[in-house]
């Protein structure tokens, strides 16, 4: 999507490219589901899909092709409530080159333990796949673990409380951009 910042940048770390041409994308998704299983698979033709470039943003030549399909499982169990997602992406441009930043594949878990109607407590799990950044760094694949908390006080105040990257693993979501120590 073409905005503002793509077209006139910051004037400092992104430089303006007034060359710009929005992104035309032609797509396909179908899936399904049963019984707490999901399946789906997603195919995007993009022309003049906007990249940014060391400096600036661009338009890259011809079509990129972003495919891929995404798996989940999502079922309570009395008082425990359980997520997993698996996406599987393969992103490439018009010659074939995988598009950056982009992981490979990215796997997402929850369980949450209800106590009573008015309070959850849960742990989430997160596995990004390696990722590759213009100027061909990696950002190496990591997990991220948290946990959340919810206390429902009267009918219309809710408590919430969330932990992320509590095992303060070091990471890059993007090279040279540290990710969320623990908070």
Do not use: C
């Amino acid at each position: 999507t073409l905005s503002l910042y793509h077209m006139y940048g910051d004037g400092i770390y992104v430089m303006p490219n007034m060359h710009l041409k929005p992104e035309d994308t032609r797509n396909v998704d179908f899936g399904f589901e049963y019984g707490g299983f999901k399946m789906s698979y997603f195919y995007y033709d993009v022309n003049n899909l906007i990249e940014y470039q060391s400096n600036d943003y661009a338009n890259s030549p011809g079509h990129s092709i972003i495919q891929g399909y995404e798996e989940s499982f999502a079922k309570r169990f009395g008082n425990i409530s359980t997520s997993v997602d698996y996406q599987r992406i393969d992103a490439r441009d018009a010659v074939k080159k995988p598009l950056i930043n982009r992981p490979s594949y990215v796997i997402n878990s929850r369980f949450v333990y209800y106590v009573g109607d008015r309070l959850n407590v849960g742990i989430s799990a997160d596995y990004v796949g390696n990722r590759t950044d213009y100027d061909g760094a990696s950002t190496g694949n990591y997990t991220l673990v948290g946990l959340t908390a919810n206390a429902q006080l009267t009918k219309h105040i809710v408590l919430y409380a969330k932990a992320r990257n509590i095992l303060n693993r070091y990471y890059h979501s993007i090279d040279g951009y540290n990710g969320y120590s623990a908070s």
